[in-house]
């Protein structure tokens, strides 16, 4: 039923809207709803009867939005109502607990919360011993706990704010002495909530709270709320002008486009995540399970002298274990997310059955973890541990879930991770300087917006309620395409980064999209762009599309080598072998002795019959190239189409004696033979062409492909069907 009052209402069909709200208040069983749906269809009726009866009124169409904007709003309401009255989980639960026992007012915790701050302080002040002043600032922060929490889960709860919820919570962010975590929390509940529901008061707090806080994990994580709710309530934000206008300002200020720009490029790599799980999964962690012969007897990794005395494929197994390392190490320098599957085992804690602990900036002093500082001192300094817990690689979610898993290590077993990195120790010396470069930048902006998506990657993913939300990492979260961020992202510079980031990911459908459409097509393309747009189509297989793109970038940039190539590939896609021809012709003027493009060309020259010329080429590239299989298959082809069969034989024979054998050498050897009317000999090699094949009918289509060329050495249709048969 909501669905179709949201319909109703895009369409603005008003009226039937409201007498289908009336039902679902009904079922929602909430008589404050039901009478603010009756007020509302009150106003609509006289606002339709005066014009009925053509009375003029200035007012009217902003009297219509506002009622079009409050039927939103209530549908909002009353759906929300209505599945917390009758679901289940964890939503449901604190919304009946928030029945039985109402939930302290945002200006309640906003004292509380100022308190904390000043209590911390005096307990820091006071004389007493260790032991006490340790155990009142646990009770402390045991109770800031509480209110923090809460704070989060009344946001979350709440469907829309009133003016007194919007100006409590306006003290919040505006208290000097509120703590800038707990506005962090808060501000992550905040984008929790309007993702789901549009609220323009929980929007215009996201908006000045970019706008005037200080402290940057403030301020980045409302810049994310700011654009996942404009990507996810776009259609809600076109009925509110003013805060449109309020986001278009906020491209006056540079560091918000450059913020955006990088936030985009976060965001795409949460797209690599499943990539990353899926090749540590499959790949590396499999190829890591070294055998026991590749062990010598001290049990040393492997004793590199005797590898090819044993086995080398080993050594190609740990380059490929390498290799793999390395990529994604270099996708962790992006920002890539290489550590969901190292933690994911640890978010079972209670600690993680909270939603707003999986939020929380990372504090040694929270409750659930403050022992594992307090009990262990060695653990200050620059143990690796210490700078585990500084360091910018790891997201706060996973900082947590690290210690929790510590906290009840045996004492022994801890030291291994809380030892001074001494010389003795030269590995964690080594590590600990790594990651003690890492945290010079810290409180970067990037730095922060990474964790924190890593961290909103992990609830959506991992959190035990998962199901009662709508995964957004599900989605292309491509920001660009929004309308409302349009001001704050469309400048070239700024596209032009996104798509190239797409391009280089392979992403073409989208990075095409903004080549072509937002670049190229708008006067703001260069060369380079051309030449990626038609990159894009070749590899979408719009060939045609991609000509014309890659004629744009030889216009600016004209001559150069790979856009020829690139153009003769497309003609070669659509059998245009002559055009395909007059561009590798020029290539070759610039690159006389490229084996590639002398093959290339012979090929088309091929491909127009003109198998003299094509020959030269080919024998060329045999004399010159050090493998030259590929040279002598195309010259055994040119002399079989030419009726020179004994040349033909003599060429496919030589490659039927190397290392590799493919497939099409058996059988192009078969329609020589064929042609020679040597019907064993030919059956002969066919068999073997079989043999290389998955099935009967997979070799059946291969050599029906050769249909017209056999039928052009006078080989008879018949003769042609018989040949199958006869194997």
Same mark, same amino acid.
Request: aromatic share 12%; hydrophobic share 35%; proline share 3%.
């Given at each position: ?7 109703f ?5 008003l ?5 289908q709200l009336t039902a679902?208040?009904h079922?929602a069983?909430n008589?404050q709803?039901?009478s603010e ?8 009726s ?5 014009a009925?009866q053509g ?8 009297l219509y939005h ?7 709003e209530?549908a909002?309401?009353?759906e929300a109502?209505r599945?917390?009255?009758t679901g289940? %989980? ?7 607990s928030?029945q ?7 200006q309640e915790?906003? =004292?509380?919360?100022?308190a904390?701050?000043e209590?911390l302080g005096?307990?820091q ?9 340790s ?5 402390l922060?045991?109770?800031h706990?509480?209110?923090?929490t ?9 469907t ?7 100006? %409590?919570?306006n003290s919040i ?11 962090a929390?808060?501000?992550?509940a905040v ?18 709270a970019?706008q005037t806080?200080?402290?940057t ?5 409302a810049?994310i ?7 996810y309530?776009?259609k809600?934000?076109k009925?509110?002008?003013d805060?449109?206008?309020a ?8 560091p918000?486009?450059?913020?955006l720009n990088?936030?985009?490029?976060? =965001? ?7 990539k990353i799980?899926?090749? =540590?999964?499959?790949e ?13 007897q ?7 002298e005797?590898?090819?005395d044993k ?5 190609k ?8 390392i390395?990529?994604?190490?270099e996708l962790?320098l ?6 969901l599957?190292a933690f994911?085992?640890?978010k079972?804690?209670p600690?993680?059955?909270q ?7 990372f504090?040694?002093?929270?409750p659930d973890i403050?022992?594992?500082?307090t009990?262990?001192k060695?653990?200050? %300094?620059k143990s690796l ?7 910018t690689?790891?997201?706060n ?5 690290f ?5 009840d290590i045996?004492k022994q ?5 809380t030892?001074?990195?001494?010389e003795?120790?030269?590995i ?17 902006p ?10 909103l990657?992990?609830?959506f993913? =991992?959190?035990m309620?998962?199901?009662e939300m709508?995964?957004?990492f ?6 660009w395409k929004c ?8 400048t ?6 996104i798509a ?8 073409f459908?989208?990075?095409c999209?903004i080549?072509y459409d ?5 006067g703001k393309?260069d060369?380079?762009?051309?030449q990626?747009?038609?990159?894009c189509l070749?590899k979408?297989?719009k060939?045609t599309e991609?000509?014309?793109?890659y004629?744009?970038a030889d216009l600016?940039?004209p001559e ?8 003769a ?5 659509l059998?245009?072998y ?9 290539v070759e ?8 493009l ?6 088309c020259l091929?491909?127009l019959?003109m198998?003299?010329?094509a020959?030269s080429?080919f024998?060329?590239v045999?004399y010159m ?17 030419? %009726?020179?069969y004994?040349e ?14 493919l497939?099409?050498d058996?059988?192009?050897?078969g329609?020589v033979y ?7 000999k030919?059956l ?13 009918d997979e ?6 492909a050769d ?5 052009q050495q006078g080989?008879?249709?018949?003769n ?8």
């Amino acid at each position: 039923m909501y669905n179709d009052i949201i319909e109703f209402l895009d369409n603005k069909r008003l009226k039937e809207a409201l007498v289908q709200l009336t039902a679902l208040a009904h079922e929602a069983d909430n008589w404050q709803l039901s009478s603010e749906i009756e007020s509302l269809q009150t106003t609509y009726s006289y606002m339709l009867q005066y014009a009925a009866q053509g009375m003029e009124d200035p007012e009217r169409n902003k009297l219509y939005h506002q009622l079009l904007r409050t039927a939103y709003e209530l549908a909002d309401r009353t759906e929300a109502t209505r599945k917390y009255r009758t679901g289940t %989980g964890y939503m449901h639960g604190k919304y009946y607990s928030f029945q039985q026992i109402p939930p302290h007012s945002y200006q309640e915790i906003c =004292l509380s919360l100022e308190a904390f701050s000043e209590n911390l302080g005096m307990a820091q002040i006071t004389v007493m011993d260790e032991e006490r002043r340790s155990e009142t600032v646990n009770k402390l922060y045991i109770e800031h706990e509480k209110y923090v929490t809460e704070l989060f889960d009344i946001i979350w709860i709440s469907t829309h704010w009133t003016d007194e919820d919007l100006s %409590g919570a306006n003290s919040i962010l505006e208290s000097l002495l509120v703590p800038a975590n707990d506005v962090a929390v808060m501000i992550s509940a905040v984008t929790l909530s309007l993702i789901q529901v549009f609220d323009s008061r929980k929007f215009q707090f996201l908006i000045k709270a970019y706008q005037t806080h200080s402290e940057t994990i403030v301020v980045q994580r409302a810049l994310i709320g700011i654009a996942l709710t404009a990507y996810y309530q776009e259609k809600r934000l076109k009925l509110y002008p003013d805060l449109q206008a309020a986001l278009s300002l906020l491209s006056d200020s540079t560091p918000i486009i450059k913020e955006l720009n990088k936030l985009q490029t976060l =965001l795409l790599l949460s797209r690599e995540t499943e990539k990353i799980e899926k090749k =540590l999964r499959e790949e590396i962690i499999p190829n890591m399970k070294i055998s026991p012969e590749m062990l010598n007897q001290n049990q040393k990794i492997i004793d590199l002298e005797d590898l090819e005395d044993k086995n080398p494929e080993w050594e190609k197994e740990m380059k490929r274990v390498e290799e793999s390392i390395r990529e994604l190490g270099e996708l962790q320098l992006e920002g890539a997310d290489t550590y969901l599957s190292a933690f994911a085992q640890l978010k079972s804690y209670p600690f993680f059955r909270q939603a707003a602990h999986w939020f929380y900036p990372f504090d040694r002093q929270h409750p659930d973890i403050v022992k594992l500082f307090t009990n262990h001192k060695s653990t200050e %300094g620059k143990s690796l541990i210490n700078l585990l817990m500084e360091s910018t690689m790891f997201c706060n979610s996973d900082k947590y879930s690290f210690c929790l898993a510590l906290k009840d290590i045996p004492k022994q077993q801890l030291e291994m991770f809380t030892a001074e990195a001494t010389e003795q120790n030269q590995i964690l010396k080594e590590g600990s300087e790594q990651f003690a470069e890492t945290i010079k930048g810290e409180k970067k902006p990037s730095n922060i917006s990474r964790q924190y998506i890593h961290d909103l990657y992990r609830f959506f993913k =991992l959190w035990m309620y998962r199901s009662e939300m709508h995964d957004i990492f599900t989605d292309d979260l491509s920001l660009w395409k929004c309308e409302a961020l349009k001001p704050l992202m469309h400048t070239p510079e700024n596209l032009k980064q996104i798509a190239d980031y797409l391009f280089s990911k392979d992403y073409f459908q989208e990075a095409c999209t903004i080549y072509y459409d937002e670049l190229c097509n708008k006067g703001k393309g260069d060369a380079d762009s051309w030449q990626k747009a038609g990159f894009c189509l070749q590899k979408m297989k719009k060939y045609t599309e991609a000509l014309q793109a890659y004629a744009q970038a030889d216009l600016l940039k004209p001559e150069h080598i790979w856009t020829l190539k690139q153009m003769a590939q497309c003609h070669k896609k659509l059998h245009h072998y002559q055009e395909a021809l007059d561009c590798l012709y020029k290539v070759e003027t610039m690159q006389p002795d490229n084996l590639n493009l002398l093959l290339q060309i012979g090929q088309c020259l091929a491909s127009l019959h003109m198998y003299d010329k094509a020959l030269s080429y080919f024998f060329k590239v045999e004399y010159m190239e050090t493998a030259p299989a590929n040279a002598q298959r195309a010259i055994g082809w040119c002399y079989f189409m030419t %009726g020179k069969y004994a040349e033909a034989a003599r060429f496919f024979d030589k490659l039927q004696q190397a290392d590799e054998v493919l497939t099409s050498d058996w059988l192009n050897a078969g329609h020589v033979y064929l042609a020679q009317n040597n019907i064993p000999k030919a059956l002969e090699c066919y068999r073997q062409a079989e043999n290389h094949c998955q099935s009967h009918d997979e070799f059946i289509q291969l050599y029906l492909a050769d249909k017209e060329a056999l039928l052009q050495q006078g080989i008879s249709e018949n003769n042609i069907y018989l040949v199958p048969d006869m194997l």
